[in-house]
């Protein structure tokens, strides 16, 4: 990650305390470039349009300023965010839950193959934000279930990337829904044409950000090919396999064109007791979530993916990405490889290559400034030492990654009550009882939750076991209930 080298500090903004304790809890304690550029403009309320790569901390860019500008007190949402994947819908949203975790802001996120009716209650609730994939956002405004008349802000994430999925005129069929009279910000990490239409036909007098940021041909990645002329299915993924054996890699990706694919070599994989996961476009998005969420964490070590995981994903300490074949276009081929590399770390893209694939070769190393390097086929005596290793690795565990919000996670204790609205409670019920117990204070309390049979409430700066004490025997509405830690998601 590159840090701007002009000493400017978070706090040089004058954000609300609140922000700074997350940041600073998350470690993240100077401006990059791109949110150097952006911050004090989104503070100001200018319409941007950044060309800023992922990787860059484009999202904190936005992210931070927006925390910063919601109104608490207002119950409907005041920024909507669009990106063209469920996955990054995902993990957008969880940047903006940790930055503005002491802000207790609350941003649903609204996407696909996920149930309706459950974002719909979830927008019942106080959301100041909502995070979304084009599709499912224009679903809930077509249906009336999101309030659309409070939005001030609206980001458009990985523009490009919408108009390369066909989502352009939902966003803009979106944005007929807004209110006029807002602050519209755009981000691409390449400028075709339509994007640049979009935002000349809809951002107001918008200020022009370009960062150079780290071009990948300056990263610190090593690109390989091994040639796999005219072999079947069967000898590619065993040659893949062996690739894999040999390079050993603590966490790595590959990517297949299509989701038959996938399941084949996820298959082998399996079968031959490799540490894995797969995600494709087909599985059921509490599939996709959940896998995409344990590979983050270092729960395995090998992601078998098609591009569903290539745009925008920020795993940690990805060593290897293999392209079990090249993808349609060069483009994609850059998004894949830029999933290693990461954060100064160097990293190795291997492609698996037909003889009649040389051209693209030859075009990629042009766009990489680079020449991709033949490596030889691996013989039986490489094999055999390879084994050996990559058995031992298997069978160690995976190095835990992902913890960057533990320091803020470690300052909140989430509560679960046995009983919500069913038993008429009210936020205000809980924040009573609560700031009732002696040393808890309203600023005390993170974000509460009140569903049918149960709800949650977040407890702040470490005191958490307090509460938790103090409501086994303290009674909330006139009744002592149920309040145990609630379980992770
Ligand atoms: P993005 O460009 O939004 O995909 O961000 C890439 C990664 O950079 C994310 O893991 C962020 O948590 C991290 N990041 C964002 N801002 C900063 C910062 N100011 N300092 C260090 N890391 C950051």
Partial sequence: MEIANNKIKFEDYMLHKDILQALHLLGLHSPTPVQCEVIPHVL???????????GSGKTASYAIPLCELVDWEENKPQVMILTPTRELAIQVQQEITDIGKLKRIKAPALYGKQSFKGQEKDLKQKSHMVVGTPG?????????????????????????????????????????????????????????????????????????????????????????????????????????????????????????????????????????EFSCGRLHGGMEQWE??????????????????????????????????????????RETYIHRIGRTGRAGQSGMAI??????????????????????????????????EAEEAFRAKMNEEPEEKGNRNA?????????????????KIRPVDLVGTICA??????????????????????ILNGKGQIVLDALQTKPIKAKVRKVRIAKEK
């Fill in 44 to 54: 100001q309320k200018h319409d941007v349009i950044a060309q800023a790569q992922t």
């Fill in 136 to 272: 499912r956002v224009l679903d809930h405004l077509e249906r009336g279930t999101l309030f659309t008349g409070h939005i001030g802000y609206l980001v458009i994430d990985e523009a490009d990337e919408m108009f390369h999925m066909g989502f352009i005129e939902q966003v803009e069929e979106i944005m007929s829904y807004l209110p006029k009279d807002r602050v519209t910000l755009l981000f691409s990490a390449t400028m075709p044409k339509e994007v640049v239409r979009l935002a000349e036909q809809y951002l107001n007098n918008p200020v022009h950000i370009k960062i150079q940021g780290e071009e990948l041909s300056s990263r610190n990645i090593a690109h390989k090919f091994y040639s796999c002329d005219g072999m079947h299915t069967d000898e590619r993924i065993a040659l893949l396999q062996n690739i894999l054996k040999v390079h050993n890699p603590d966490s790595c990706i590959i990517f297949a064109n299509t989701r038959a694919e996938v399941e084949d070599i996820y298959d082998a994989l399996w079968d031959d």
């Fill in 288 to 329: 996709r979530t959940e896998v995409m969420r344990d590979f983050k964490k270092g729960l395995f070590r090998y992601l078998v993916a098609t591009d569903v995981a290539a745009r925008g994903i920020d795993v940690e300490n990805i060593s290897l990405v293999v392209n079990y074949e090249l993808p349609g276009d």
């Fill in 351 to 384: 492609s698996m290559l037909e003889r009649y694939e040389q051209s693209e070769l030859k075009a990629l190393e042009k766009l990489l400034e680079q020449t991709i390097e033949e490596l030889t086929l691996p013989d039986e005596a490489v094999l055999l």
């Fill in 407 to 423: 320091a803020l996670k470690a300052q909140i204790m989430k509560l679960q009550i046995d009983d919500g609205k069913k038993a």
């Fill in 437 to 458: 117990i002696p040393g808890l204070e309203a600023k005390d309390i993170g974000v509460i939750q009140i569903l049918d049979w149960t709800s949650t409430v977040e």
